[in-house]
């Protein structure tokens, strides 16, 4: 499926709901002067999303409070003494540090903030890339339906009246 243009007039935003309808597996790849991002899907769903703006998954774990320091970095190291690639999601679900449901549910206020970020952008590209499907048996987001993850970025906008809905 191809899929690519301008982040201008609320492309982006006819561009994800295109990918959740056509059930593609691949990443929409996002860029700006300022930053880039990548939105996961797998059969359109989105199953990831990271920009360089919000941080790493990891990172935003530690920061709420969700695992300590200490715990990232040895899952980290796990994650890199790994002869096959594991999310890290999956990691921290493998070696205990987290369950699956805690996991997953900040997997889905990740993928929220990232949307929310990169519906902001006011110029710059996008193009889709098919890829196979992530290995190594990923933690899925609690929700990666676009519709339900939409009205999140919307309840996330309303509780910041200053800034204007994608």
């Known amino acids: 499926m191809s899929v690519s243009g301008g982040i201008e007039h609320g492309e982006l935003l006819t561009a994800l709901r295109l990918l959740s ?3 593609p597996t691949g990443a929409l790849l996002v860029s700006t002067s300022f930053a880039n991002a990548a939105v996961g899907f797998e059969n359109g769903e989105i199953v990831s999303a990271s920009s360089t703006m919000a941080g790493k998954l990891g990172d935003v ?11 990232l970095d040895a ?4 994650q890199r003494q790994d002869k096959e690639w594991r999310p890290l999601g999956r ?35 996008f193009r889709f890339e098919e890829r196979p499907p992530a290995g190594g ?30």
Do not use: F, S, Y
């Open 21 to 23: 309808r056509g059930r």
């Open 61 to 71: 774990l530690v920061d709420k409070g969700l695992v300590r320091r200490d715990k």
């Open 75 to 78: 899952a980290l190291w796990v």
């Open 91 to 125: 990691v921290l679900v493998d070696v205990k540090v987290l369950p699956e449901d805690v996991v997953a549910l900040a997997l889905e206020a990740h993928i929220v903030r990232v949307l929310d970020d990169i519906l902001r952008w006011d110029h710059g590209t």
């Open 137 to 166: 048996n990923p933690v899925r987001p609690a929700c990666g339906d676009l519709g339900k993850l939409e009205l999140k970025v919307a309840v996330l906008r309303q509780k910041d009246p200053g800034v204007p809905a994608a």
